[in-house]
């Protein structure tokens, strides 16, 4: 009875479905519509478009005061739609040169279709593509900061203990969504994001320590070989990740704030206010790292044990509470970039191991095991990755930056900052 | 809780096509890793061009299935050589990022808008294996019992996988016995060595690289075949890693070690899937703890944790011989 019921209520649902469709389609007819807006978002005035089919004119309309155009269509079909780039108002120009002209634009039966010209500033061709440049050095740095953020422990770690640790990127997204746990989830206290970062990046240290005390440790000192370890790391890589997308959600969530912004215009570049203080911080951190590295007791103990383990062991410093120390340094290093990561673009339960390969392709070309050579070699790959956007397709960049990792270990093995030394 | 339907899920998996298929791809990897001592992570690639080998072939330029199925076993062969010349000379642990970097560019071409005029992009291709149906000889019709059993086309790519697996199986067996399998062996244990008695070590990686990867391109084809349709996305990293954990589990450095791992693996990744949905279904799981959907992610993590507790307790998997694998980076 009640499987007919739900028969019965589907079919319904079918059949109201198909004719509210065919009643809309008659009541609506097709038109081609836009707003037209500069680079700061401002409408901009009498503009004409117009819109022609099979080399007939159809329609012509003026942009008004807020921007828009309208223009309605005899039927779908294909359409051309051209902006008159003479009426465009002093110092506005098509972002897209050629791209006055929009051919075959389809309009669907009973469409309103939107059709979009994106306006920039005018002038030559020359500086837009300077500009163009800057703008992606400038989001090519910002992904390098974050990524040289989180190669640091990937790199340490490597350098004191010869792991090669796949779970890094795991560390990441932990520490991506422990605050989004803290600041946006629902379940959660729902604290300004500031805090809630500072929480995540103390946790993100709990967690390093953790894993270097409850499982690396005790693996070192039963001697497994270090291929093992490399094998147990993308074990425990598969088994966190899936654990974050059981917890988390598949769905690609953002934080509670600063997420709406306006851009500020600095010079050729325009930056969000969110993105220059992540990346202003990003280097404060990396400045505070290379300190500590330099100047205070612990951190030259680091380098000097990942220079030479059995030296250092030799000479009174306790291997492995520095080796615990780089842990925690790489977990609280990992959670902060993973929470810029996801304050810049957008938190994922995936989002680490995306980019493992590139703070892999940062370590290697900056050296493996050395702190500076991941800062330098991370920036690099962010640079080339963003960069290479400006003439090939977006969804190639994280290749591109793959393909640099690819051609370095070909040219100079031991990376940019790297000691020769026998790798092959 | 039904523990028959459990017992026959697993079973139906481990006999299935995707355990000829992880069998195939584990005895390519068996090849670099259990033999010559290659980490070679970026075996999924070889699956990848292997697969769309026939599928561009036949799917977008109507050519014969026979001549995709060369070319996708030549790409094999190109990739081993364009990954291996440049990269063999490394240490073990950046041959590892180097190839799973390699195997991820390549998805990334696969999938792009820009290939999409040959590999159709993130759609991917369907419906080009019907010539291969075309030649099953088994008439219509469900074989075998209950649960356990296969419709006439799925038999069909079974057997045919199966038949493949016997066939590399043996010819690794064939191929280690010999003393090119002693040089590669010595290879694998102290490579120093090999080189001082005047073998050419980077000539017998190379080979061993694309023996190994012509074998799992014949996986990637099989499972092509199997699903009458390839995407570049499922072949990812995650791909490569299940190998692993197949060949870990059955022994690395044995000719049956990755036929035997894909069977247990598959039985035990099948039956747990059919065990939590019977266990949410029934109520034993409350759901709020797990859904329905997020079985498939519990299956990779468990996958996961195998694999560590492989790794760490019993690196010789299952059947393997302990002396075989004391493994270090050198």
Redesign the interface.
């Known amino acids: 009875m009640r499987r007919l019921l739900k028969a019965l209520l589907a079919g319904l649902f079918a059949v109201s479905l198909l004719l509210g469709g065919s009643a809309l389609a008659q009541e609506l007819a097709e038109t081609l519509r836009g707003t037209l807006r500069d680079a700061a978002g401002e409408p901009v005035e009498g503009v004409a478009v117009t819109v022609a089919r099979d080399g007939s004119q159809v329609g012509r309309d003026i942009s008004d005061g807020q921007g828009v155009w309208e223009v309605a269509l005899p039927g779908p079909g294909d359409y051309t739609v051209t902006l008159d780039e003479e009426t465009l108002p002093e110092g506005v120009g098509l972002r897209n040169p050629d791209g006055a002209t929009l051919d075959a634009v389809t309009v669907r039966p009973g469409q309103q279709r939107t059709v979009i010209f994106p306006l920039g500033e005018g002038g030559s061709s020359a500086p837009r593509v300077l500009r163009q440049l800057a703008q992606l050095a400038v989001e090519g740095v910002k992904l390098g900061v974050i990524i040289a953020i989180t190669a640091i422990g990937l790199s340490l770690v490597f350098g004191t203990t010869r792991l090669i640790n796949f779970a890094h990127g795991e560390l990441v997204t932990l520490g991506a969504t422990f605050a989004f746990l803290f600041n946006a989830s629902a379940a959660g206290p729902r604290l300004q994001l500031i805090p809630a970062a500072a929480l995540s990046v103390a946790l993100g240290g709990v967690v390093g320590a953790g894993l270097d005390r409850g499982l690396w440790r005790p693996l070192r000192t039963r001697g497994t070989g270090l291929i093992q370890m490399f094998i147990i790391s993308i074990g425990l890589s598969l088994l966190l990740r899936h654990l974050i997308l059981i917890l988390f959600g598949s769905r690609a969530r953002p934080y509670a704030d600063y997420t709406l912004q306006q851009a500020l215009q600095l010079g050729p570049v325009a930056l969000t206010p969110r993105d220059l203080v992540v990346i202003v911080l990003s280097f404060v951190v990396l400045g505070g790292v290379g300190l500590l590295l330099q100047r205070t007791r612990v951190g030259k103990a680091m380098r000097a044990v990942a220079d030479n383990r059995d030296l250092a062991e030799s000479s009174g410093i306790d291997v492995e509470r520095v080796v615990l120390t780089v842990w925690i340094l790489g977990g609280a290093l990992a959670a902060l970039g993973g929470v810029f990561f996801g304050l810049v673009e957008v938190i994922t339960w995936d989002m680490g191991f995306n980019l493992l390969l590139l703070m892999f392709a940062g370590v290697i070309l900056g050296g493996l095991g050395t702190a500076f050579g991941a800062m330098v070699g991370s920036l690099l790959v962010g640079l080339v990755a963003q960069l290479s956007t400006a003439y090939f397709p977006v969804e190639l960049r994280n290749a591109w930056a793959l393909a640099v990792l690819i051609v370095v270990l070909l040219l100079r093995p031991q990376g940019i900052l790297g000691q020769p030394q026998r790798i092959g | 809780m039904d523990f028959s339907a459990i017992f026959a899920d697993g079973a139906r998996a481990a006999v299935g096509v995707e355990a000829t298929v992880y069998a195939l791809a584990a005895i390519g990897l068996n090849v670099h890793f259990g033999y010559t001592g290659l980490?070679n992570f970026g075996h999924v690639g070889f699956m990848l061009v292997g697969a769309y080998g026939p599928a561009i072939v036949v799917a977008q330029y109507g050519g014969p299935l026979w001549l995709g199925v060369l070319i996708g076993l030549a790409c094999a062969v190109v990739l081993a050589l364009v990954l291996g010349l440049?990269?063999l000379?490394?240490?073990?642990?950046?041959l590892?990022?180097?190839t799973?970097?390699?195997a991820?560019?390549l998805r990334?071409?696969y999938?792009?808008?820009?290939a999409r005029p040959v590999t159709n992009g993130v759609f991917g291709l369907q419906q080009f294996a019907d010539a291969f149906y075309a030649l099953s000889p088994i008439p219509p019709g469900s074989y075998g019992l209950g649960r356990l059993s296969f419709s006439a086309r799925g038999l069909w790519i079974v057997l045919v996988g199966w038949a493949l697996v016997a066939l590399s199986a043996l010819l690794v067996f064939a191929l280690m016995r010999s003393p090119w399998g002693r040089v590669q062996r010595s290879i694998r244990e102290d490579e120093d060595a090999a080189r001082s008695l005047g073998k050419n070590v980077f000539g017998y990686k190379l080979q061993s690289l694309v023996l190994g990867g012509v074998v799992g391109a014949v996986g990637g084809i099989v499972l092509a075949f199997a699903n009458q349709a390839v995407t570049p996305d499922s072949y990812n990293p995650?791909v490569t890693?299940f190998a692993?954990?197949v060949l870990?589990l059955g022994g690395a450095g044995r000719v049956l070690g990755p036929v035997v791992g894909s069977v247990i693996f598959w039985f035990l990744v099948a039956g747990t899937d059919s065990f939590l949905r019977q266990a949410i279904g029934t109520g034993l799981v409350p759901p709020g703890l797990?859904a329905a959907p997020?079985v498939g992610?519990?299956r990779?993590?468990l996958?996961?944790?195998?694999?560590?507790?492989l790794?760490?307790f019993r690196?010789e998997g299952l059947f393997g011989d302990r002396r075989e694998m004391?493994?270090?980076?050198r």
């Open positions: 980490l440049p990269t000379r490394l240490r073990a642990d950046y590892a990022i180097t799973i970097a390699a991820e560019i990334l071409i999938r792009s808008n820009y995650v890693f692993y954990t870990i797990l997020e992610a519990v990779f993590a996958v996961g944790l195998g694999l560590m507790l790794m760490a690196p004391l493994l270090d980076a």
